[in-house]
């Protein structure tokens, strides 16, 4: 079987694979890069619905490493090297401007994502990083605890240094299909199982599908289980036709299946998701602002002012659940609101609810979760440390995340990291063989 030698392979041309790339040519190291879709960064032109939140400008290392749980102290290495600060710098100085809109969302200036891929690969081009599309890698070679290279179908590759980038499982229709893992086990790694984390959730009520594309940029939503609240954030919601998506719900979205696991274990109801579209206000305020509306147009419907208050679909649907017990008509004028009516509304608007049944497939997911552990890694060089030569990056680690940027933020700095690390290990292999 014929073969052929680099210094460094990068597999996966997404994010971290771009970027460890990238920064392994920048190095001087010889790079070949390959992706087994028809083009590269398939996933990153989808992501933030095709405006691409390429990171999160917190600039407080210990609130940014905060916010990954467990796994965030892992980060600080990378993070020192290719922090938001430089990841901004980074795209800025390539000519990519950049805008920082709600919750220290990052964005190109342009709204498009191709905007941050055409960045990466003028990066990899400047850095002689040789491209190969629609080639699959069948496996890692690796002898006396040191990588090798790897198996293709027709042929092996060698090389000094392997960076693997193939990602999770989110959106398998991009080329996510977890691919990378079984090579990574088949070498002693140890894989928590991978599984959807920011995903959308479905709900029980059809009628959602009336609200579909209602998007809400910064409500308060809780997850009650039972007389419980478990779960509170602030953030945007979208609702869509089979339930709820956006970052705030996006963020909760394992909690809730969490919840919906130990409901089902007690036998008890479904968890709920509640929305407040009011949250800046308190019930009594609130309510005083509706009466104030009822009272200075007498003759008004009820649902007229309701839309005045709410987008008219999500106004139209808290008036029927308002009225659902009372058998009062929907042509009510506000002179005629009870004030049993009118406390129903008021409590509708900040306690919207919906019964969650499940999280969407993993076709749906923005991330996945699981991956190798941070304790397999050594994330001051992102190297391996249960083979020599080989690096592993984005989402192949097991670290949680929110939405907002911070999934991105692992690629760039993990990707970073590897890349360099694993063209200095190259160069160090070559002259330990005099080569």
């Known amino acids: 079987m014929s073969s052929e030698s680099y210094d460094v392979v990068v597999v996966g041309a997404g994010p971290a694979g771009l970027m460890a790339a990238g920064a392994a040519g920048a190095a001087g190291a010889r790079v070949l890069l390959l992706e087994k879709n028809p083009e590269p960064g398939r996933k990153l032109l989808i992501s933030g619905g095709g405006r691409c939140n390429f990171t999160n400008a917190e600039t407080d290392m210990h609130r940014l490493v905060s916010r990954y749980d467990t796994a965030g102290k892992a980060l600080f290495s990378p993070f020192a090297r290719m ?18 809109e709600d919750n220290k969302r990052a964005f190109p200036r342009s709204d498009k994502s191709s905007s941050v891929l055409q960045v ?29 290279g790897l198996h293709l179908n027709d042929h092996d590759i060698n090389a000094e240094s392997i960076v693997v980038a193939t990602g999770g499982l989110a959106r398998p229709d991009t080329g996510s299909t977890g691919d990378g893992f079984s090579w990574l086990e088949q070498v002693g790694h140890s894989i928590v199982r991978p599984e959807p984390s920011l995903v959308p959730v479905v709900v029980a009520e059809d009628w959602v599908s009336d609200l579909q594309g209602l998007a809400f940029a910064d409500i308060r939503i809780s997850l009650r289980l039972g007389d419980k609240t478990v779960s509170k954030t602030d953030g945007k919601v979208l609702f869509t036709h089979f339930g709820l998506s956006g970052p705030g719900i996006l963020n909760l979205a394992t909690r809730m299946s969490q919840a919906a696991a130990e409901a089902r274990r007690i036998g008890g109801p479904a968890p709920s998701i509640c929305l407040n579209f009011f ?37 139209r649907r808290v008036l029927v659940e308002a009225l659902a017990s009372t058998g009062t008509s929907n042509e009510i004028t506000a002179s005629e609101v009870p004030k049993q009516l009118r406390k129903r509304i008021v409590t509708l608007m900040q306690d919207f609810r919906l019964t969650y049944r499940e999280l969407q497939s993993e076709d749906w997911a923005v991330v996945s979760s699981g991956g190798v552990p941070t304790d397999e890694v050594d994330f001051r060089s992102m190297e391996s440390k249960r083979i020599a030569g080989l690096f592993v990056c984005g989402d192949m680690l097991n670290i949680n995340r929110p939405s907002g940027g911070y999934s991105l933020q692992i690629c760039w700095a993990t990707g970073y990291v590897a890349g360099l690390s694993a063209a200095a290990a190259a160069a160090a292999a070559r002259n330990a063989s005099g080569g």
Request: hydrophobic share 35%.
């Open 120 to 148: 990466l690969l003028h990066y990899i081009e400047k850095g002689n990083v040789k491209l190969r599309t629609r080639t699959t890698v069948r496996g890692l070679h690796h002898d006396s605890g040191r990588v090798q």
């Open 83 to 100: 922090g938001p600060a430089q990841v901004l710098e980074f795209f800025s100085s390539l000519g990519m401007p950049y805008k920082i």
């Open 279 to 315: 949250p800046s206000l308190d019930g009594g305020s609130l309510d005083r602002r509706l009466q104030d509306e009822l009272n200075a147009f007498p003759r008004r419907l009820l649902r007229t002012i309701l839309e005045s208050m709410l987008p008219p679909r999500l106004a």
